[in-house]
């Protein structure tokens, strides 16, 4: 689902702002709010280093692209990001990620609001393993957060390079039903 959020809205900095216009955007980038941390699992790479299954569960997210960077963006922290995919499908995402210092290994399954996610934190030795096979399928990004209010919280990624210019938030929630009542 994208959403546009229009800057001349009356409630400028307000993410509910948004009017909603139905369409795929591709592949997306949050962890789940249904995780079950610290579950040991053992690379079978060539480095041989534990890692950690950070999360396993459903997704349920929507996507809002945005005309340009939200005006309170600058007093937020950002978190760089740099992103590849080992494969990418209609529906299956294998993507690496590092952000910041940590380092994870994402697999997500399925199309739409609701997608199937696992996510595998990996030692930085794993990643610089892996990174080589992303090829020319990578993405660079900032990522701010925003509180929405209640438990909700706002990702917004302000691309760089060759997507410079492309603005995303996306909103994760507990539950499609809570999904549909968002504004």
Do not use: N
Not at 70 to 79: S, Y
């Amino acid at each position: 689902w994208i959403h546009w959020w229009s800057p001349e809205s009356a409630a400028k900095a307000s993410m509910s702002a948004w009017v909603t216009v139905r369409h795929s955007l591709g592949p997306t980038s949050l962890p789940s709010s249904d995780c079950i941390p610290s579950i040991p699992w053992t690379s079978t790479d060539a480095i041989g280093r534990q890692s950690t299954l950070s999360s396993v569960g459903l997704e349920v997210e929507r996507k809002f692209l945005l005309a340009g960077p939200p005006p309170w963006l600058g007093e937020c922290p950002a978190v760089p990001i740099e992103q590849g995919y080992l494969a990418l499908t209609e529906e299956l995402e294998v993507r690496l990620r590092r952000a910041g210092e940590r380092h994870t290994l994402t697999v997500k399954r399925g199309t739409g609001e609701v997608r199937e996610e696992v996510e595998i934190s990996l030692e930085p030795e794993q990643f610089e393993a892996l990174w080589p096979l992303t090829g020319s399928r990578r993405l660079t990004k900032a990522r701010y957060r925003k509180p929405l209010g209640g438990d909700l919280e706002a990702e917004v990624d302000v691309y760089g390079d060759r997507l410079r210019g492309l603005v995303v938030a996306e909103v994760e929630f507990p539950s499609p039903a809570r999904s549909h009542g968002f504004e």
